[in-house]
């Protein structure tokens, strides 16, 4: 009689992570041999995702429901307060159009094609309708540099889940999910002109509503030069006048003289005119002018020193 041949442990155990413990036994015994699996005591597992924020549902934005079972899953209850509202199959389930805004027992029951069951019970809030928003810059406002696209009002049962703006053709959306609920667009990324500004606002039940303003990008000096003063660096021993050109194909708000620094006169009205007394102001002392366009853009004049 032969004697048996024995693999040693190590040997077989690499053997066995090269060809599977199924094959290695097949190999060595002559009985091929499977893993066993353990018996499925357990329902299906039930995942939930929600449209914008956890626990709140609209019957237009309604959560996305998966189950999934070893022994394959027979079917899925939807529960509303404690009543049955609907059956769906593997994915669902389909809210009934007519499910009541409100507080609501949401009750996710799933059973097994073993015949086990499980369930996922969660307080929510239903809100199926759009928000009602006020929303900055307004419609035809003429805007410089980075500029507020912002909600400023809201009316809705759930709140604000999420704002996203952009300038049209401009950078991509940007997004915030939190208050202020306020996006800085910076203009200076588009050219001088007519633009949109488009917002998508949500609610925490995913329901939405999207707008457009149109604005009016300026992000150009205003022209200024003083066209009467004395000149630079003169000797001054009464008052005297200076007067500015300013200019802006969006309009100037105003012209200021600023005397050391400081503003002393400001004019709105085209003209530009001021009248300065040195005595006021000691020996010696600067003048300078600023011209503001009505989107905000700030020109100044070149500084001229005075002395009496």
């Known amino acids: 009689m032969e004697r048996p041949v024995w693999i040693r442990s190590a040997a077989m155990n690499k053997i066995r992570a090269v060809l599977g413990a199924g094959l290695a036994a097949t190999m060595f015994t002559g009985v091929f041999a499977s893993p066993a699996r353990a018996a499925d005591t357990t329902g299906p597992t039930i995942s939930v995702y929600y449209e914008e924020a956890e626990n709140y549902v609209s019957v237009w934005h309604q959560p996305s429901v998966y189950l999934s079972d070893p022994d394959g899953v027979s079917y899925g209850e939807l529960l509303l307060n404690g009543e049955l509202v609907t059956k769906f199959a593997d994915f669902g389930p ?71 703006s952009a300038i049209v053709g401009g950078a991509p959306n940007v997004r915030t999910r939190k208050a202020p609920w306020s996006i800085p667009l910076d203009t200076r990324k588009v050219t001088d002109g007519k633009h949109g500004i488009f917002f998508a606002v949500s609610d925490k039940a995913g329901n ?47 012209v200021q003289l600023l005397i050391n620094g400081k503003v002393v006169g400001t004019d709105t009205k085209a003209g530009w005119a001021f009248t300065v007394n040195p005595k006021k102001y000691g020996k010696k002392f600067t003048l300078r002018l600023r011209a503001y366009d009505k989107a905000g853009n700030v020109r100044y004049s070149t500084v001229r020193t005075y002395r009496h």
């Open 94 to 164: 389909l809210w009934p159009l007519d499910t009541p805004n409100g507080p609501a027992t949401m009750t996710i029951r799933a059973y097994d094609r073993a015949g086990h069951t499980s369930e996922y019970t969660r307080n929510i809030v239903v809100d199926s309708d759009q928000p009602v928003v006020g929303l900055a810059p307004a419609n035809g406002k003429l805007v410089r540099g980075v500029v507020s696209a912002a909600v400023t009002s809201v009316r809705d049962q759930t709140g604000l889940g999420k704002l996203e």
């Open 208 to 254: 939405a509503v999207y707008a457009e303003r149109t604005v009016y990008v300026d992000n150009t000096l205003p022209s200024l030069s003083i066209t009467k003063a004395p000149k630079n660096k003169a000797k001054v021993s009464g008052k005297f006048g200076v007067v500015a050109k300013a200019g802006d194909k969006n309009g100037v708000a105003k």
